[in-house]
Nanobody
């Protein structure tokens, strides 16, 4: 079983920055893919960024490329999402997620919600104009 604990959301003005954290439990981190998704009111959950724990390959949605950075701290089993130059359209609940099968090493992490089987509780990010 994988448990995720998110933190770091809040209210920020447009152009500001926030850093989200996601601490993961478990033992075989090298088999994880970890991703960040977001969901705005009335919209579907959408992909933001993801990384393979084994390869450190990173992937981003076009809407955040160049502004957001996903990174990890192996010693803390934590993944971060650094969000810079925030825009009002970035307002959403942000979710951390883990893909873990027990048999697969994720070289390329999934970029759709159904590719992940463990989810955090979500953290609200609000960007004011």
């Amino acid at each position: 079983q994988v448990q995720l604990a998110e933190s770091g959301g809040g209210l920020v003005q447009a152009g500001g920055s926030l850093r989200l954290s996601c601490a993961a439990s478990g033992r075989t981190f090298s088999m994880y893919a970890m991703g960040w998704f977001r969901q705005a009111p009335g919209k579907e959950r959408e992909f933001v960024a993801a990384t393979s724990w084994k390869t450190a390959n990173t992937y981003y949605a076009d809407s955040v490329k160049g502004r957001f950075t996903i990174s990890r701290d192996n010693a803390k089993n934590t993944v971060y999402l650094q969000m810079n130059t925030l825009k009002p359209e970035d307002t959403a609940v942000y979710y951390c997620a883990v893909a873990y099968s027990g048999t697969t090493y994720y070289i390329t992490p999934p970029r759709i919600p159904s590719g992940y089987n463990f989810w955090g509780q979500g953290t609200q990010v609000t960007v004011s104009s």
